[in-house]
């Protein structure tokens, strides 16, 4: 079933939070291991192998990334663009030359190029250049398929790269001007039910189209991946769904229960008018991610406020 320990980088972050209680279901009788920053740094040689001789991964689950929001991107793209590469380049070495039996590697849709065309399936990433505002992350995030066939050529070293879509749900980052539309949103609309506000506005038309996707389905494909897959073509992991923007906020205005209106500049920029994800590749393997959004947010909107005034562990406000 696994080859050995299974290790987590990353564990303590959003996906990984999702993440580790189905590992720890699904092999009960493997030694499931999570790690954080605090743990190794990853962007230091001497720390990455000192990781892998203490922690001896059979099976390595990259998660660990250093990222944040359009603001940090755009003053600090070549902190993101140099942490991330190590973060890449040094795992993916250490990995092969130790012969592990398999590496999992995360990135992000936003590595996709600005121009690709929805929906947007995996034979579109080197098409053009990702989003200029957050380019630095991006293509150093998409530099982990090259590592996964470079290094599957060279060394036989069995990796996956996984491209999860616009992801949400409980311990993402709420932090004002930092989150992206869905967690950005819900503590909006929690914030003003609180404080009995008439009205939020919210920027754009409510026009642009979008791929969310539930981090907790994303998780649960992944035990397939350690198992099944072998191969380093990329796969997307999302719903598939087109949502409007329009129609996100009045779910999330409905499911926080706040009464006031939604009023929308249109002065503001929409963005990106349409980004959908081609999942068939990932529904060809069997997989779906088929929690509802309005599933998906409840729980989110829950979780937020059990956590929301204690800011207690996880919550990143």
Known sequence: MTAGRIVVTGSSGFLGRHLMPV???????????????RDYDLMDPAAVRRMFDEQRPGVLIHLAAYSGGIGANRAFPADFYY???LLTALVFQEAAVRKIGKLI???????????ATSPIDEGQMWNGYPQPESAGYSAAKKMGIVASRSYRQQYGLNSVVLIPGNMYGEYDNFRNDESH?????????YEARLAQQDAVVMWGSGTPQRDFV???DVAACI??????????????????TATNIKELAETIKRLTGFRGDIVWDRAKPDGQLIKIFDVARMRGLGLSCGTSLADGLARTIEWLGKNYRTRGDGIRL
């Open 23 to 37: 590992l720890q279901a699904k092999y009960p009788g493997d030694d499931v291991v999570g790690l954080c920053s």
């Open 83 to 85: 942490r991330n590469t």
């Open 105 to 115: 590697y995360t990135m992000g849709g936003c590595s996709y190029p600005a121009t």
């Open 181 to 189: 539309v869905a967690p950005a949103m819900v503590r909006r609309y």
């Open 214 to 216: 539930y981090a907790g």
């Open 223 to 240: 035990p397939y991946f350690i198992e099944n897959y072998d191969s380093s073509e990329p796969v997307n992991l999302s719903s598939g």
